[in-house]
């Protein structure tokens, strides 16, 4: 077996690998379109191949100017292998070893993936491969959106609002709510950094995105006591809820809607015809706080990543 990036002279071979399967992948439009725009590079694109025959393949995404590749975007080996798990996992390592790093495998699923039979088979022995190759730590994020079909939410008067124009305080906001948090990121970011530095990041990657400074937000109680904030934000795409939290001795009275509505408000005000969102499955209160608010779920991702314990 010959594990190889591969060139330009592999593509027609490239294109006829197909996954028929019931999950994201990198179909030919995409892997044509991608590979053109720089997305997809060939030296990114891996195969093992027997007999000038592609068994099995492996696509990552990065940006077009990037220096490394960062995500894994499709894993596939011919039906015909009987070890599906072992040539998927050592054309990920074989990879990984050129790369000098393994970056996490994202995959796209339908919600209520795991009562499909078929979808579940599809990510079971993926899963297995990327475990072999060191991608250990599973997380399924769940995507909301919200559209105009759903209320807006008037105000409940249980907190009120203010802009808050010092950065330090959302530093010291985004510093308390990461206590307890049931946000996987969080967690991780964590065990390793100090809570001080963390919110520091956070803070700076909110205000790299396309969303205005001025539309974030401090909640109060009607006694004046911070209760939490809220980040209304937009990304690439569009407008995305961004960020909420409540401090954690606010916890369990359900301020989490009273943020959630705001954010929508303030964003449907403005005309937005779709908010998205993401949360982790594990951050139940969010995603319950989406439902009841009535974001729609369109979409989970799951993603396999190397434990950064192991690093
Ligand atoms: C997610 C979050 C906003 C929920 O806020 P909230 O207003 O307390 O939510 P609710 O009042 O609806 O809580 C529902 C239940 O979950 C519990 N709960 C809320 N947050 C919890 C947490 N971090 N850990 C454990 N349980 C939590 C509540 O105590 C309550 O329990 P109960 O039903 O037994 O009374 C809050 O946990 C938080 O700020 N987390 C950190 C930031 C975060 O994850 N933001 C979202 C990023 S996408």
Known sequence: MLFRSTVEADLDRLLRCTVDEPISWADPDRLRSMLTDGQYRHERVWIAEQDGEILARAVWWGFP????????????????????VALGAALLRHAHGAFGDAPAYHVFVPSGWRDYRAVADAIEWRWEAGRRAGLT??????RYEWTPAAPVPEPSGRLTFEEEPDDEVFVDLFRQVAEGSLDHHTRLALLTKDPEAQAREDLADYRSM???????????????????????????????????????????HG???????????FHAGRGV???????????????????????????????LSADPADD
Request: net charge negative.
């Open 210 to 252: 396309p969303g205005d400074r001025s539309w974030w937000r401090v909640a109060r109680t009607p006694e004046g006591d911070l209760a939490g904030f809220a980040m209304p934000s937009a990304n690439n795409a569009g407008p995305v809820v961004g960020y909420l939290g409540v401090l954690p001795e606010r916890r369990g």
């Open 255 to 265: 301020y989490v809607g009273d943020l959630l509505d705001e954010i929508t408000r």
């Open 273 to 303: 015809q779709r908010i998205v969102a993401d949360t982790d499955s594990t951050n139940l209160p969010m995603a319950a706080a989406f439902e009841r608010a009535g974001y729609r779920l369109f979409a989970v991702r799951l993603v």
């Open 137 to 142: 730590d599973e997380l399924e994020r769940l």
């Open 65 to 84: 100017d990037g220096d490394k590749p960062l995500a894994l975007d499709c894993l596939y080996v011919h039906p015909s292998v009987e070890d599906r």
